[in-house]
Every structure is written in C-alpha cells, then in structure tokens.
C-alpha cells in the first residue's frame, strides 16, 4: 500500500510492550507508519471493532503437500481399513491402468481395532494401479504388491537402516524410500498447481507467513520464480530438505537467499519417526509393543557432517525429533556446534516428548523449540496406551519451555493438522479437543497463557526466522503484515475462541482477504 491510510475504531493487539495500547494505526509503503498518530489527510479504514494482531504465521507447514493432498484420496475420515479399501476401489474405476493411487490421511488409531491394516486388503482387490497410501503422520504408507514390485522392495529381506516394514505392506520411515523413489515426480507446472492451491486456503485463514519446512530443488525454483513476478500474496521463509545434497550445495556456496516474500537461509532433516507409527526414538520401549523403541534416520557421523555444513555456510539447522532419545541425540550433537556460533537459533522441529533434564539444554545452548500445539491434543487418545501415565508429563511441554527461558515458535504441521492457526491457538491455551474435553485439559500443567499463546504465532514465530526486528509486533517501521479477527482471542470465552472468524489477512499494506466491508 503506497498511499497512507489509517486504520481506526479496532482493538488493537500489538505485543508490543513499548506501545500495548493503540487506538489508530497508520500504514504507508507497506509498513506500520504510526500509532496513534491521526493524519487528517488521508483514508480512514473503519474496523467496526475488529480485532487486530500481528499477522499469523504457521512455523512448520508444508506448502506444496497441502496442494497435493488435494488432489489424493482423503483418508482422514475413514473408520476401518476396509473403508479405505473400498475408495480405492472407487479411485481405481477413475484412473488409467497404469496410473498410480495415491491416498494421504488414515490412521489406525482411529480405528475400533487400532491395528496395523494387512497387505490381503489392497493386494486382493480387482484393481491394476500400484497403491501408496501415506499416513497421517508422513512417516509411514500402506502399499499394495504392484508398488511393492515397481520399487523392486523385498519384504522378505531385512528392512533398511531406519526403516521397518509391517505385515508385508505397511513402510514405516526409511522404508519407504524405495517406492518414493520410483513415483512419478512432479514437473513444475504441477507444483506450481499445488502452491497455488495452499495458497489459495492460507490467506483466509489470517496467515501471513509461513516457515516450509522441506523445500526439494522444483519448488524452490517455482517459489523463486512466483517471488519475482510478484505473485507471492503471502511471505515464506524456506527450509531446504536435507536429501538433495545438490541443492544445499548450491546454496552453501551462493549463501542465504533473500527476497521481499521468499527467503532460505535454513535445512531440514530428520532423526527419528513420529509416536503414530511407533517410530519416534525413544529412550524406553513402547508400551503397546515392548521390543521397539522407535526408528534413527540418520548416523551420528551423517548428521555431524550437515550440522558442519550449516555451521559453515552460516544456514541455521531445524531437526525433525519427536521422541525423547531422539530428542536427546539432537541436542548432544548440536551442543557439539552451538556453542561455536553466535546467534544461530537452531531449532528442533517438535520438540514433543522431552525429558525434565534435557529442558534447560534448549535455552542454554540458545536451541528453539518449533512446536504445533495440535498434534498433543491430537495425540492424547491414544498416548496413555503408547507410552504409559509415567512418560506422559513430557509430551509437549510449553509451559516448561516459556519457564526455562525459551521462545517457542508455533505452527501446525499442515497438511498432517488442519493448517488453522485458530486451532493452534486454542490447543495451546486448553489442551483440549473441540469438544471441550478432558474438562481440565489434558496434562493441563503444560497450558500457556493467551498472550503466550499468541506470541508462538506472532512474536516468537518471527524470531524463529531471524526476522523480529520487522515482524511479529505491531510497531512503527514494521511490516504491515496483520490479521483481522471478529473478536479478541485473548479476551474471550474459551469455549468461543474455535468461533473466531477471520475477517481480513493484509501483507505489506495489501489486503489479500477482505470481509471487512
């Protein structure tokens, strides 16, 4: 917005404590110009009494995945694995012979016998396509035997490093490289497709930024591109994936890119699985299965080589880790590197089963915990069965966090959650499921504050991504990046906080989604 307007008659939230309260707010060339400074001279925008925040920003989400995920069968809802069965054999009549079925969303903790499904159900159905259908988690798939055959795996051979295959057809983490390896691989009108498509959703969700988090060599080129036609209407800070060492090559040696929507100066990788699927590394077996005690991804001596190169070339390093021993294991390793950098804000993606000790570790060595208050209330039907009532105190612990001195940035995991900053929030602040249950909220010691709560979506998200000096406050000189609500998150009943509707995303001065008049 090149013109001067002035935003009045809102509530203004600006976690900004120099300046908490703001009855007007001036916006010019794309930045906050003022508070509380009336200028005569140019618009008026009545807000009619609707909350204002810094803009939203989801710290972990997955941009082209919700796009694609658009396009597969929805498994979400499915309530058996005959269920799912039964809409591949839909798919399948829609499809071409050699075409592939692809599926994202079961999960078998749903389910009335919390089992694994078994290879008969996709093997034995009428159908010719190979099947791949992911989990909810990301972190495992069920495949039929015509994928199995495509991707030459042999059950009958011990699983790779990492990796663990049940009942002849369900591939739990690094087991499933094979068969990603010989899907078809989407050109770039087909990611650019998808982008668009999340896109799309995002802005009316109040989302102004999001942190992707594992960006392969197409959709950095496409965002790049987008980026510099100016058909970005949201800001993305980029995470490049660990397994293209091509692409971290080229980035290390050209240094951190920048750009006014899209910027990369950080890579992702992973340590260990995810609780759903038994493959989160823990530091004691699993109660429901007493001889697993989750899956590592990478080698200590793998994972020191990328933490060396990040150290070197100046990116930060954000490590997917779920359970405690793989939790652990990150910190020991980035400890090793840490406390050689200034500044580095290296971040454990997660963070969701902590022990008490390795707490303090996270704010001593200046290491970010990126959390997604969803997946604990997402998580908790289930997780007494898992992993007993003496390990459930450490499963995503912010309030821990906060006390120990640490920044929390906030996000979703979308597609794997819902991708509503709304939700995350209220997660955050209950610990409870939409229908107000457990009534005090589960392991509600763990609760935040509302304020805290909105700072992991604001304040926090932006120094997550070096970016708190422009974003994340409402502040003169910052972005106008901000987030219209139909009313105070931070003041409302709890049970109407799920209620909140988004009435305007604005970016750089622009509404990009607008119900306000």
């Known amino acids: 917005?090149?013109?001067?307007?002035?935003?009045?008659?809102?509530?203004?939230?600006?976690?900004?404590?120099?300046?908490?309260?703001?009855?007007?707010?001036?916006?010019?060339?794309?930045?906050?110009?003022?508070?509380?400074?009336?200028?005569?001279?140019?618009?008026?925008?009545?807000?009619?009494?609707?909350?204002?925040?810094?803009?939203?920003?989801?710290?972990?989400?997955?941009?082209?995945?919700?796009?694609?995920?658009?396009?597969?069968?929805?498994?979400?809802?499915?309530?058996?694995?005959?269920?799912?069965?039964?809409?591949?054999?839909?798919?399948?009549?829609?499809?071409?012979?050699?075409?592939?079925?692809?599926?994202?969303?079961?999960?078998?903790?749903?389910?009335?016998?919390?089992?694994?499904?078994?290879?008969?159900?996709?093997?034995?159905?009428?159908?010719?396509?190979?099947?791949?259908?992911?989990?909810?988690?990301?972190?495992?798939?069920?495949?039929?035997?015509?994928?199995?055959?495509?991707?030459?795996?042999?059950?009958?051979?011990?699983?790779?490093?990492?990796?663990?295959?049940?009942?002849?057809?369900?591939?739990?983490?690094?087991?499933?490289?094979?068969?990603?390896?010989?899907?078809?691989k989407p050109d770039e009108a087909i990611v650019e497709k998808w982008i668009k498509l999340a896109l799309k959703i995002i802005i009316t969700r109040g989302i102004t930024n999001i942190h992707d988090a594992w960006q392969d060599p197409t959709t950095v080129k496409v965002l790049q591109q987008l980026s510099e036609a100016g058909k970005l209407p949201i800001r993305i800070y980029g995470m490049l994936g660990s397994s293209h060492p091509k692409l971290l090559k080229h980035f290390f040696k050209e240094g951190i890119f920048r750009s006014e929507k899209y910027n990369i100066r950080s890579v992702k990788a992973f340590i260990d699985g995810a609780l759903g699927s038994r493959g989160a590394a823990l530091l004691e077996p699993y109660c429901d299965d007493l001889n697993n005690c989750g899956l590592i991804l990478i080698s200590d001596k793998d994972f020191k080589k990328l933490a060396q190169k990040c150290q070197d070339a100046g990116f930060q390093l954000c490590t997917h880790a779920i359970g405690d021993r793989g939790n652990k294991m990150v910190l020991d390793i980035y400890s090793e590197f840490t406390k050689e950098l200034n500044n580095h804000r290296w971040r454990i993606e997660h963070a969701q089963m902590i022990c008490d000790e390795d707490i303090p570790r996270f704010a001593k060595a200046g290491i970010v915990p990126s959390m997604q208050p969803s997946h604990c209330t997402s998580d908790m039907p289930w997780l007494h069965d898992r992993l007993?009532?003496?390990?459930?105190?450490?499963?995503?612990?912010?309030?821990?966090?906060?006390?120990?001195?640490?920044?929390?940035?906030?996000?979703?995991?979308?597609?794997?959650?819902?991708?509503?900053?709304?939700?995350?929030?209220?997660?955050?602040?209950?610990?409870?499921?939409?229908?107000g249950t457990p009534n005090d909220g589960w392991q509600k010691q763990e609760a935040v504050s509302r304020i805290d709560a909105l700072k992991m979506f604001t304040t926090w998200a932006a120094y997550g991504e070096f970016a708190e000096h422009r974003r994340g406050k409402i502040r003169p000189g910052f972005d106008a990046d901000l987030t219209f609500l139909n009313q105070d998150i931070t003041e409302c009943p709890e049970k109407e906080i799920l209620k909140t509707e988004v009435l305007g995303t604005m970016v750089a001065g622009e509404f990009i989604f607008n119900k306000l008049n």
Request: glycine residues 8%; proline residues 5%; hydrophobic residues 35%.
């Open 1 to 184: 917005m090149s013109r001067k307007v002035n935003l009045i008659n809102g509530n203004f939230i600006t976690l900004d404590d120099s300046c908490p309260i703001a009855d007007t707010i001036s916006v010019e060339k794309g930045r906050i110009a003022g508070i509380n400074a009336t200028d005569h001279n140019c618009e008026n925008i009545d807000l009619q009494g609707a909350a204002v925040i810094p803009g939203f920003t989801d710290s972990h989400f997955h941009l082209s995945n919700l796009g694609k995920q658009l396009h597969s069968l929805n498994l979400r809802n499915c309530q058996s694995s005959k269920d799912v069965a039964e809409r591949v054999v839909t798919r399948s009549r829609e499809l071409a012979k050699c075409d592939w079925i692809f599926g994202f969303g079961w999960d078998h903790n749903k389910w009335a016998d919390r089992e694994f499904p078994t290879a008969d159900l996709l093997n034995d159905l009428a159908i010719s396509q190979p099947v791949m259908l992911t989990r909810i988690d990301g972190h495992s798939c069920w495949v039929n035997q015509k994928a199995m055959q495509l991707s030459g795996l042999d059950v009958s051979i011990n699983p790779p490093e990492g990796g663990d295959i049940i009942n002849d057809c369900i591939l739990i983490d690094n087991a499933m490289n094979p068969v990603q390896f010989v899907i078809p």
């Open 388 to 435: 007993g009532s003496n390990r459930l105190h450490r499963i995503s612990r912010w309030q821990s966090f906060i006390d120990a001195g640490c920044k929390i940035p906030g996000g979703s995991d979308c597609p794997i959650e819902e991708g509503n900053p709304i939700f995350e929030y209220y997660a955050a602040v209950t610990r409870k499921n939409h229908n």
